[in-house]
């Protein structure tokens, strides 16, 4: 098949048909790539496939991801997500101007696992959650064996208040003169 006319109403290649369109198949599952000037199963990498047919019946790989939607490259391929996946379990965080789903959030968030929590990278955690500030940098349940929770963050036993003490069976800071 020639070179479709990149200028004209028809820029893409589609192979499927060997014609030139304006905008790839959709029942094809096909994305318009500006770059390779086809229609594409997978993006060219360092683009991501956004699926935007409810808006404009039309499917294009798009160097970033617009509006709510996250990059993700975590199925090898670029793709623009609204919900990071769970396998393997990756965070929506914000880096710059670009959303992209992360395995460990910037060292000043935590990746919410509570799961009405949408799987974001968040400055605090939700309520029952406590800031895990480790190499995983995530929201936790229960913190792990070298820390104690307090205040909904993860805290060396050194760091539970004065008259306080980690608890080792709920790994918790304990109060040791509660209120009666």
């Given at each position: 098949?020639?070179?479709?006319?990149?200028?004209g109403?028809?820029?893409f290649r589609?192979?499927?048909?060997?014609k030139?369109?304006?905008?790839?198949?959709?029942?094809?599952?096909?994305?318009?790539?500006s770059?390779?000037?086809?229609?594409?199963?997978n993006c060219?990498?360092?683009?991501?496939?956004?699926?935007?047919?409810?808006?404009?019946?039309?499917?294009?790989c798009?160097?970033?991801c617009?509006?709510?939607y996250?990059?993700?490259?975590?199925?090898g391929?670029?793709?623009?997500v609204?919900?990071?996946?769970?396998?393997?379990?990756?965070?929506?965080?914000v880096?710059g101007?670009?959303?992209?789903?992360?395995?460990?959030c910037?060292?000043?968030?935590?990746?919410?696992?509570n799961?009405?929590?949408?799987r974001?990278c968040?400055?605090?955690?939700?309520?029952?959650?406590?800031?895990?500030?480790?190499?995983?940098?995530?929201?936790?349940?229960?913190?792990?064996?070298?820390?104690?929770?307090?205040?909904?963050v993860?805290?060396p036993?050194?760091?539970?208040?004065?008259?306080?003490?980690?608890?080792s069976?709920?790994?918790?800071?304990?109060?040791?003169?509660?209120?009666?």
């Open positions: 098949m020639a070179e479709c006319n990149q200028t109403l028809s820029p589609d192979f499927t048909t060997k030139c369109v304006n905008s790839c198949p959709i029942a094809k599952k096909l994305f318009a790539d770059l390779v000037k086809s229609c594409v199963y060219t990498p360092g683009t991501y496939a956004y699926d935007n047919v409810p808006t404009d019946n039309n499917k294009t798009v160097s970033v617009p509006g709510v996250f990059a993700d490259n975590s199925t391929y670029g793709l623009c609204l919900k990071c996946p769970e396998d393997p379990i990756l965070f929506g965080d880096v101007v670009n959303r992209i789903c992360v395995p460990v910037q060292s000043s968030n935590f990746g919410d696992q799961p009405l929590g949408g974001l968040r400055s605090f955690c939700s309520s029952g959650w406590f800031a895990q500030n480790d190499n995983l940098r995530r929201c936790v349940t229960r913190c792990n064996s070298t820390t104690y929770g307090y205040n909904l993860c805290v036993p050194q760091n539970c208040p004065t008259n306080w003490v980690g608890n069976a709920s790994n918790l800071c304990t109060d040791l003169c509660p209120a009666s």
